[in-house]
């Protein structure tokens, strides 16, 4: 958030002279003063009303010019004071490092030449503390500071030397000394009016401070008791509103805008207020539509202005804006007729491209981003965005979710490279794009696709992404970081996801080909066998049975392999994937044979050989090792020779004879029969 420091002057307003002197009219040595002196003052007193009226209307420069002509033509002493104090009030305002350093020298020689009255010293001297600040003269400031706060006996003038320590803080940049001061100033103060000026510094040194809640806070409680203090003051107000806009807090300017609207009593003040109401209501159209139709009306209003309009020609050019942004002006259009103005051109240009995103242009859009990137940010901003980056963020996000819907996985990864990190986390924020986005990563996995999605995606704390990000990371033999993903969905401990998580941390514990990490594995299979259960679909299940069968009969716990060894036996032939056979079918027929039951042996054995497998659809003859022929002929010849089938005996035992180059136990039994 942008915060540019200003400096609110802070006054109780001007002493156009002495109040017994004034309604009195006696001179100060108390002899009776004459009518035509009495006359000047009072014309005079006028006139430097009218002056500060020029000045709480925001027209600085106008002021300064009457007071400068009225100060040469002043004949009344006594009216010096008051004069000399308005007119460096007048230079403070125009907020310049060269008028501050005037105005310190006319009013530092007004003192030392004892022209400021007693009574008028206290805002002297705030009025120098504020000046001496803006002309970075610390030291001095903190002088007139400390003279405030131990020159005046009564408890106003101490807390306003308070309040000036402050200011000189926030000038150094020791925000939290001024918060202190301020904070307890506020507390004490029994003055509405002494609590709003506290409160105006403490917003200041909130937001320098970082702490916008606090300042938006405050300033809501201090519009909602006392908005007429900078109502009453075009200069404060205004300066008020710049600085709520700076904050962006747009809406609670308005509420000063609208208050000042309603005090003002200049035309030119009026109109001045509107055109900046209209232009913060603009701030906030990109936001909230409905503000763009009130600046319109304001706009629009502006226009009918016959005579000496200053706003007529931007009131033009903006609404000129709103009716392009309705879509009833072309941008091109809008380019042609303002092609001096450099601002209306990036205009136009912004609004070309959300009429291109709006239109699904996205591949025009992409192809301009080089183009469109040159809007300066403050254009991108009045069109509701922070940066042109979040603008290409919902261009990105559209394109990838067109292609995850239309199911073109093959673009996805040419456009993820330019993504930022919060189009990818909105991904997340649906069920259905997270699916089709991953589901896209499994189909087509590429490296440096996975690698952005697992720096975005790796704090996510979301059991379901880590089970995705791990499923590609073994696909692309990432196993280290499969690893560290299981680790993660172990923390979340969600029961759904390790259940469908099982079978994947089957596949990165036998990466490790560690014995140790096999045990450990089975050990949580065999405490979570309901995952066993519950992935009975996947096929990976195939080869944690074989796995898991392997295990048991090294644990030697038969009873329970010859069921694992069965489940794996019906997984193989249900989904067509004889992944482990002729295996499986041998140690079936071994089971069978113990049992005396050499029919059904025979029948595993048999099947052993005729094994078929799918491939692309359709059903194929599978290669067997000679190895495993070998042992398959010599099992079923011997189960054949149990059974007196002599002709079938020795057609096996020649079938295994005629295997050629294999060295093998049960050739070599073969050969000698």
């Not at 006359?39 to 209307?57: A, F, M, P, V």
């Not at 002043?74 to 907020?95: G, P, T, V």
């Not at 205009?347 to 959300?354: C, D, G, R």
């Not at 909105?426 to 440096?448: A, I, N, V």
Request: aromatic fraction near 12%.
């Amino acid at each position: 958030m942008k915060k540019i420091f200003i400096l609110f002057f802070v006054f109780t307003g001007l002493s156009f002279g002495k109040k017994d002197f004034y309604y009195n009219f006696a001179t100060p040595d108390h002899t009776q003063m004459s009518y035509d002196q009495k006359l000047l003052i009072i014309n005079g007193t006028k006139k430097l009303e009218e002056i500060n009226t020029l000045l709480l209307q925001g027209l600085s420069n106008e002021a300064l010019s009457s007071v400068d002509v009225f100060k040469k033509a002043n004949k009344i002493d006594f009216l010096d004071s008051s004069i000399i104090l308005l007119q460096c009030r007048i230079l403070y305002s125009l907020d310049t490092k060269t008028r501050a350093l005037e105005a310190v020298n006319i009013l530092e020689k007004a003192i030392h030449e004892s022209k400021i009255n007693q009574e008028d010293l206290l805002e002297a001297y705030r009025l120098l503390v504020l000046l001496k600040i803006r002309i970075n003269k610390a030291k001095d400031a903190e002088y007139y500071a400390k003279a405030i706060e131990h020159s005046f006996d009564d408890p106003l003038s101490k807390v306003y030397g308070k309040i000036a320590m402050a200011q000189i803080y926030i000038k150094q940049r020791e925000f939290r000394r001024a918060i202190k001061i301020l904070k307890r100033e506020l507390i004490e103060t029994t003055s509405l009016e002494v609590a709003t000026i506290i409160a105006d510094e403490l917003y200041d040194a909130y937001i320098l401070n970082n702490e916008d809640e606090k300042a938006y806070n405050l300033v809501e409680k201090v519009l909602k008791k006392n908005i007429d203090f900078y109502a009453n003051d075009s200069y404060k107000g205004l300066k008020k509103v710049q600085k709520l806009i700076d904050a962006n807090m747009p809406k609670v300017a308005i509420k000063i805008l609208k208050k000042l609207i309603s005090n003002a009593n200049l035309s030119d003040s009026i109109d001045s207020f509107k055109f900046i109401l209209a232009n913060t209501y603009m701030s906030l159209s990109g936001f909230e539509t409905r503000y763009m139709q009130k600046a319109k009306e304001i706009y629009e209003d502006l226009i009918q202005v016959k005579e000496d309009n200053p706003y007529l020609k931007r009131a033009k050019m903006y609404l000129d804006e709103i009716i392009m942004r309705e879509g009833k002006f072309d941008p091109q259009m809008v380019a042609a007729k303002y092609g001096d103005s450099d601002i209306m051109q990036y205009k136009a240009m912004m609004q070309e491209l959300l009429n291109a995103i709006e239109d699904e242009k996205y591949e025009m859009v992409i192809r301009m981003k080089k183009v469109y990137s040159t809007v300066p940010k403050r254009i991108v901003n009045r069109y509701g965005y922070d940066t042109m980056e979040e603008v290409y963020d919902i261009v990105n996000f559209k394109v990838i979710e067109y292609y995850l819907k239309s199911g073109e996985c093959k673009y996805l990864n040419d456009i993820i490279k330019d993504v930022s990190d919060e189009t990818l986390t909105y991904l997340l924020k649906s069920d259905e794009t997270t699916e089709q986005f991953f589901g896209c990563m499994l189909e087509l996995p590429e490296k440096r696709t996975y690698n952005i999605a697992k720096n975005v995606y790796s704090k996510s704390k979301n059991a379901k992404v880590y089970l995705y990000l791990e499923r590609v990371s073994i696909l692309l033999n990432e196993f280290e970081d499969a690893y560290l993903f299981s680790k993660k969905i172990d923390m979340v401990n969600d029961g759904d996801i390790l259940s469908k998580e099982f079978l994947y941390r089957f596949l990165i514990y036998g990466n490790k080909k560690s014995a140790y990490s096999m045990e450990k594995f089975f050990s949580y299979a065999r405490e979570n066998r309901e995952f066993i259960t519950n992935n009975e679909q996947n096929p990976l299940i195939i080869d944690f049975y074989y796995q898991f069968y392997l295990y048991l009969l090294k644990q030697k716990e038969e009873s329970e392999a010859f069921t694992v060894l069965n489940k794996l036996y019906n997984k193989q032939n249900e989904m067509n994937a004889r992944v482990y056979s002729p295996y499986v079918e041998l140690e079936l027929a071994r089971y069978a044979k113990l049992d005396d039951n050499y029919d059904k042996s025979l029948q595993y054995l048999h099947e052993g050989l005729n094994i078929k497998r799918m491939k692309d659809g359709k059903s194929i003859d599978r290669k067997i090792k000679k190895e495993d022929l070998a042992q398959l002929y010599y099992e079923i010849a011997k189960i054949y020779e149990y059974q007196g089938k002599e002709n079938r005996y020795k057609l096996m035992i020649k079938k295994c004879k005629s295997l050629k180059d294999i060295d093998s136990y049960y050739k070599k039994m073969c050969d000698k029969l």
